[in-house]
């Protein structure tokens, strides 16, 4: 798993370690890191510019500034924030590092030029502890980059809210170097695209015992995976009760019962109105039709309206079984209930959602979390991230699982990803897990059911049972 840390952890875990070291030595360690990537991404006869801010940050580029020009590369020290580090300043000097200062206002020429036949770019601006969005001075700046130009930003790149959470005006980095720990906006949407490849320098900084961000990975699937033993039947494997289809789409039924079935439940109880039925037991044959005893509910996928059994709908909401609210069913809830609930919308059923039940926050990150904790559920927002939100009373991380192809933009593809969490939620998951681990399942198997190529949602749902066997 890949963890994350609030801005305020991670400054108090470096403190903890200053603490413990002669002063300025975890600075040298996050500078010599630095400067090798650098020089891992650099040839003999290139052009470097370090751009430097007034933080921790500027000095850790300055640094690395001058461990790179002792290796004979040609090395402009930009210096664009309100001060300098003078100590780093003077290191990278007394190395033959040249100074350049752009403190405000338009580009300096010797700047502009440097910049254009620059190389490699060490963005070293701001760090963690600023506001999103460039200084003003900077808005520009990624004008001046040659489009060959290798960006390399420090800790993250420069605008990026380090919580993640708002877009601004930053540096598209082509890849980031942090230190020890990841920070938010490694791991969500609004500051994950910008930081390009992701590189940890082990720096001797111990993980926080609590992440804001996780990513689950494929060994955690492995490890949580609900893999039936020699006294397991279909019963105690889990049975999920499915409430999907309509008359108008049928094939919602067929796309979540397949995907729920493939992933591995002991049982699906299927109930819905009569095309839907007759279509679901022509594609598995093996699901029961009809209510009886399950372990889990999903309800919604293809639903105008309550898909055909409104007089079983109204009771499970009271019941104290898990539920997972897909498509139509999204708009059933209007007050917490007492037994866990996940909420799987996309962006538009998220804001449809949000404004429904007069909240401020209607989109991203706010969005869910103000859903999340006005009915008291879980929201999984859909994605190319897909996010995991907890109410706040939980306490528990945001999940961030980005392990699709852009291929599963496609229709039905939801459907699918619903019966696969229903399937993992009936089989005894708790829904943070069902859904993290249903996602990377979804991933798997689309670039299973057909490697770099478009996908049909019925074709991912069909291989989601070779995506489990390579899980475990």
């Not at 290796?71 to 210096?79: C, G, I, R, S, Y």
């Not at 100074?99 to 300096?108: A, D, F, L, N, Q």
Request: with cysteine.
């Amino acid at each position: 798993m890949i963890r994350a840390f609030s801005i305020d952890d991670v400054r108090a875990a470096e403190e903890a370690v200053k603490r413990e070291l002669e002063p300025g030595e975890l600075m040298q360690r996050a500078a010599l890191g630095l400067a090798e990537v650098a020089r891992a991404r650099s040839d003999e006869d290139d052009r470097v510019v370090v751009l430097a801010g007034s933080g921790d940050n500027g000095a850790d580029a300055l640094y690395a500034a001058a461990h790179l020009a002792r290796l004979e590369l040609n090395v402009v020290a930009l210096l664009v924030g309100s001060r300098t580090h003078e100590e780093a300043l003077a290191a990278a000097t007394a190395e033959g590092v040249v100074r350049i200062e752009w403190r405000s206002g338009k580009v300096p020429a010797a700047a502009a030029e440097a910049l254009a036949e620059a190389d490699l770019v060490i963005d070293g601006i701001v760090g963690i502890g600023a506001s999103p969005g460039l200084p003003e001075h900077l808005e520009n700046l990624p004008d001046l980059f040659a489009n060959d130009s290798y960006v390399i930003a420090v800790d993250l790149p420069s605008g990026v809210d380090p919580s993640g959470v708002v877009a601004a005006d930053c540096l598209y980095a082509d890849e980031t170097v942090t230190f020890s720990l990841l920070k938010p906006c490694h791991l969500l949407p609004a500051g994950e695209a910008a930081c390009g490849q992701l590189t940890v320098v082990d720096i001797g900084v111990p993980e926080p015992d609590s992440p804001v961000v996780v990513r689950y990975e494929a060994s955690d699937a492995t490890r949580l995976w609900p893999t039936p033993g020699a006294f397991d039947d279909k019963y105690s494997r889990g049975v999920l009760g499915v409430m999907t289809g309509s008359e108008s789409y049928p094939g919602a039924a067929v796309l979540g019962v397949t995907a729920a079935v493939t992933t591995g439940v002991g049982m699906v109880r299927y109930i819905g109105p009569r095309r839907a039925t007759d279509l679901v037991l022509g594609s598995v044959p093996e699901i029961v039709s009809g209510p009886g005893r399950v372990q889990a509910w999903l309800l919604g996928s293809g639903w105008d309206g309550h898909g055909g059994a409104p007089e079983l709908v109204d009771g499970l909401l009271d019941d104290i079984l898990p539920i997972v609210l897909d498509a139509g069913a999204l708009d059933l809830l209007d007050e917490p209930r007492s037994a866990p609930t996940l909420l799987t919308p996309h962006a538009g059923e998220l804001k449809r959602l949000a404004q429904r039940l007069g909240l401020e926050h209607t989109q991203g990150v706010p969005g869910a979390r103000a859903v999340a904790d006005a009915l008291g559920a879980h929201v999984l927002l859909k994605g190319a991230t897909t996010l995991i939100v907890p109410p706040s009373s939980t306490g528990g991380p945001l999940v961030s699982q980005t392990d699709g192809p852009a291929w599963l933009a496609t229709a039905g593809s939801g459907d699918v990803l619903a019966g696969m969490i229903g399937a993992l939620v009936a089989s005894g998951l708790g829904v943070t897990e069902a859904g993290a681990v249903g996602v990377l399942l979804h991933g798997r198997a689309a670039h299973l059911a057909n490697p770099g190529g478009p996908v049909r949602a019925l074709d991912v749902a069909r291989c989601a049972g070779q995506a489990v066997a390579e899980f475990l």
